[in-house]
């Protein structure tokens, strides 16, 4: 008599599905829904369709360029992830990295057009990925600068448990004979503008730092009264466009330096010729409280912390116009710092020179 065949090993098995390996597309298709508001707020003109589609469309002609070049940036936040992590703060994270990416088109004179995300974690978390995408937007909206697209990958294994990281990506456009920088001469003016704290560079040392102190991060901030060490040290990156654009389309700019990594001594000499250098004077501004802990507690040297932080200037413009640039910056309620000089540079002279240091004392 014929014997009846086994069943397979598997038959009696649960099916395998993409969710029980760890990725849940109704939660992806659930975020989209629940970000469209955000993101319909930032349209601006040129942006043509909507989220979902498998590409975004920009039309330079409708945004108002009639001969433009295009400028493309991407960057992160860095280790500043880790702390809104650790804390449970997420509100501000993805002003952060829109900052990063709009503030560095500018300064090549450029308008900042469209922006995408990428959000990848082990598991997502609606709640979460919705706080991190609506500060997207909200300092996308800022900067007049349309959140376009992105990406959000759920990748379990790949991540700690809660974990995730950003990218962001920005194009912006200049007119052709427009760009920054330009024309720039000895005698120019630097004029910086105040950062917000430390932004989002050298968060690997302050994380340091702050866990050789003993602090935890809901403790009270020793530099920031009022304030836990975590709500203090999430503070924003700024956004500098509207105030950058407005001087630039004034005529008014050489050129203009975001001080991210490598901060001022590593910046500004990037926007100028081989020619020249600049002379910063060290004590024309006050430098915030947090980078005065920070070189304390360390401790951590003068010149490595010029070299890490900001040290309390997040953009420095270059003008031979300094009394004009002042006056608009002053009116819009910003509190500009007149910091120094550009200088002709002889061969085997450093880019930068510090003529005054840094007040770091308390």
């Excluded at 702390?83 to 703060?89: C, D, K, Q, T, W």
């Excluded at 959000?152 to 990506?169: I, V």
């Excluded at 924003?236 to 050489?254: D, I, M, N, Q």
């Amino acid at each position: 008599m014929p014997q009846t065949p086994a069943p397979p090993p598997h038959a009696s098995r649960t099916p395998a599905s993409y969710a029980g390996a760890g990725v849940d597309i109704e939660a992806g298709d659930a975020l989209v829904e629940a970000i469209k508001p955000a993101a319909s707020a930032t349209k601006r003109p040129g942006v043509m369709g909507g989220l979902g589609g498998f590409g975004a469309l920009f039309d330079l002609k409708g945004a108002g360029f009639t001969d433009p070049v295009l400028v493309s940036c991407t960057d992160g936040v860095g280790t500043k992830l880790l702390l809104a992590i650790e804390s449970g703060l997420h509100e501000d994270i993805g002003t952060d990295l829109v900052a990063m990416c709009v503030n560095d088109l500018v300064v090549q004179g450029a308008q900042p057009l469209f922006f995408l995300d990428y959000l990848a974690t082990g598991k997502l978390t609606l709640p979460v990925a919705r706080q991190i995408v609506d500060g997207i937007a909200r300092a996308c909206a800022e900067s007049g600068c349309a959140l376009v697209g992105g990406e959000t990958a759920e990748m379990p294994g790949l991540y700690a448990s809660g974990h995730y990281d950003l990218g962001g990506f920005s194009v912006g456009a200049a007119e052709r004979g427009q760009m920054l920088p330009r024309n720039c001469q000895a005698g120019d003016s630097l004029i910086g503008l105040p950062s917000s704290g430390v932004h989002s560079n050298g968060f690997s040392l302050v994380r340091n730092i702050v866990a050789a102190s003993g602090l935890g991060w809901n403790d009270p901030a020793p530099f920031a009264p009022g304030r836990t060490v975590a709500q203090a040290l999430l503070t924003p990156t700024r956004l500098y466009v509207k105030s950058v654009l407005g001087l630039h389309e004034a005529g008014l700019l050489h050129a203009c330096a975001h001080i991210t990594g490598g901060g001022l001594p590593g910046n500004l000499p990037r926007v100028l010729p081989q020619a020249l250098a600049v002379e910063v004077d060290g004590s024309a501004w006050k430098v915030p409280e947090v980078f005065k802990w920070l070189a304390q507690a360390g401790p951590v040297t003068p010149e490595e912390m010029l070299k890490v932080f900001n040290c309390g200037i997040g953009m420095v413009l270059v003008t031979d116009q300094s009394d004009a640039v002042m006056a608009r910056l002053r009116s819009e309620g910003e509190e500009p710092v007149l910091m120094g000089q550009v200088v002709r540079r002889a061969a085997g002279e450093p880019a930068f020179r510090l003529t005054a240091p840094l007040g770091l004392q308390a």
